[in-house]
């Protein structure tokens, strides 16, 4: 399974309910991260080009960033138990 930071515009976002339900019900997103509030880590079989596509469906004005993601080159100031979740879902390559 392929991991993509998702990355959005606040100031796009008019409903972040609609949002956050669009990837809880998305059946192209496994299991999903969001320590971060303009951000998601999404887990995903789909291409990037696809989850995007996806997303655009629950987020028509949004604008945003997915992009593919790996633990062989990362860092920053997150809570334990988010560079938890980061360690046991992230792939290294």
Same mark, same amino acid.
């Given at each position: 399974?392929?991991?993509? +930071?998702?990355?959005?515009? %606040?100031?796009?976002?008019?409903?972040? &309910? /609609?949002?956050?339900?669009?990837?809880?019900?998305?059946?192209?997103?496994?299991?999903?991260?969001?320590?971060?509030?303009?951000?998601? =880590? +999404?887990? !995903?079989?789909? @291409? /990037?080009?696809?989850? !995007?596509?996806?997303? %655009?469906? #629950?987020?028509?004005?949004?604008? #945003?960033?997915?992009?593919?993601?790996? %633990? @062989?080159? #990362?860092?920053? #100031? +997150?809570?334990?138990?988010?560079?938890?979740? =980061?360690?046991?879902? &992230?792939?290294?390559?």
């Amino acid at each position: 399974m392929n991991a993509y +930071l998702f990355v959005y515009d %606040r100031d796009s976002v008019s409903d972040f &309910v /609609a949002l956050h339900n669009g990837i809880k019900n998305d059946t192209n997103i496994g299991t999903w991260w969001h320590y971060l509030n303009s951000a998601y =880590i +999404l887990m !995903s079989n789909s @291409s /990037a080009d696809q989850l !995007s596509d996806s997303i %655009r469906t #629950y987020f028509p004005s949004g604008t #945003y960033l997915v992009i593919k993601i790996t %633990r @062989s080159n #990362y860092q920053g #100031y +997150l809570s334990k138990e988010a560079w938890d979740w =980061i360690r046991e879902n &992230v792939p290294y390559t």
